[in-house]
C-alpha cells in the first residue's frame, strides 16, 4: 500500500516538472512533499489519500497487465 502512495507522488511530480532531465529523483521529491502536505490538511487529507492510493493501485495494476500482455506464449 505505501508503494501505491509513491507510485502516486511519482506521477503528481511528474505532472509538475514535465521537462525534467530524465531522472525521477525531483519528481518523486516534489510530488512526495505535494501530497504529505495535502493529506496532513484536516477533513479533506484522509480522502485526498483514498483517492491516491486508488491511483497507484490502478497504475500498478496496469502496470502488471501490461507485463502480462508482454510475456511469450509458449
Not at 507510485?7 to 532531465?21: F, K, N, Q, V
Request: proline content about 8%; glycine content about 10%; hydrophobic content about 60%.
Amino acid at each position: 500500500l505505501y508503494m501505491a502512495g509513491i507510485i502516486t507522488a511519482r506521477y503528481l511530480g511528474s505532472l509538475m516538472l514535465p521537462e525534467h532531465d530524465g531522472r525521477p529523483t525531483m519528481p518523486l521529491l516534489l510530488g512526495l512533499a505535494v501530497l504529505l502536505i495535502v493529506t496532513n490538511i484536516p477533513l479533506i487529507g484522509g480522502p485526498i489519500q483514498l483517492v491516491a492510493l486508488i491511483v497507484g493501485l490502478g497504475m500498478m495494476a496496469a502496470w502488471l497487465r501490461a507485463l502480462w500482455a508482454e510475456r511469450p506464449v509458449r
